[in-house]
C-alpha cells in the first residue's frame, strides 16, 4: 500500500519531534551540569583537532616540497600535541576556550555595534545594536568572571542553544504535521 504525502509528513515530523524532545532533554541536563557540558565540549573540541591533526600530516607526506613537507608536518605534529593536551587537562582546556569565548563575544558584540551603525538607516537594523550589546554584556560578563566562569558560561551556553533549538524543532513539526493534516 503506498503512503499518501500525509503520511510521510506525519512520519517525518515525529522523527523531528523526537529529536527535538532529545535535544529539549540534553539541553536541561548540560544547563543542569555545566561543567560536564563543557569538558564533553572540549573533548569533542579535541577530537576535531586531532582529527584536523591527521590531516595536516598526511597531506604533509603528499607535499612536492621539502619546505612544505617540513612545515606540513610540523603544523600536524602542533595540533597533534595540543589535542593531547586537551585530552589530559580537560578542566585546563575548558578555562582556555571559555577564554576564547569570552573573546569572541566581546569582537562578536562591537562588530555588530558597528554594523548597526552602518545600517541603521535600514529597517530593523536596530536589532543589531541589541544583539551587539547583548553579546557585548555577556562577552564581559565571561570575561570579568574569568576563570571561574569556566565552570558554567560553555555548558550553559551549549545547553540554552539546544533546548532553543529543540523547542524550534518541535514547533516546527507540529506547524507542519498541522498544515499537512489542513490540506489533506
Known sequence: MAQTPT??????STAS?????????????????????AVAVNILVAWL?????????????????AGS?????????AYLCFSVYLFTHPVLGVVSLTLLLASLFLLEGVFDIVLFFNLRSLPGSSMF?????ITLVLGLMIYMQWPSSA??????????????????RVMLSLTVRKAAAAAA
Open 7 to 12: 503520511d510521510l509528513v506525519r512520519q517525518a
Open 151 to 168: 565552570a558554567w558560561a560553555i555548558g550553559t551556553l551549549v545547553g540554552a542553544s539546544m533546548m532553543v533549538s529543540g523547542i524550534t
Open 49 to 65: 583537532i586531532f582529527l584536523a591533526g591527521v590531516v595536516h600530516l598526511i597531506l604533509g607526506f603528499r607535499a612536492h616540497g
Open 17 to 37: 519531534i523526537i529529536w527535538g524532545a532529545l535535544l529539549i532533554i540534553f539541553g536541561l541536563v548540560a544547563v543542569a551540569l555545566p561543567l560536564v557540558a
Open 69 to 77: 613537507l617540513i612545515w606540513k608536518l610540523l603544523v600536524g605534529l
Open 129 to 133: 545594536l541589541v544583539d551587539g550589546i
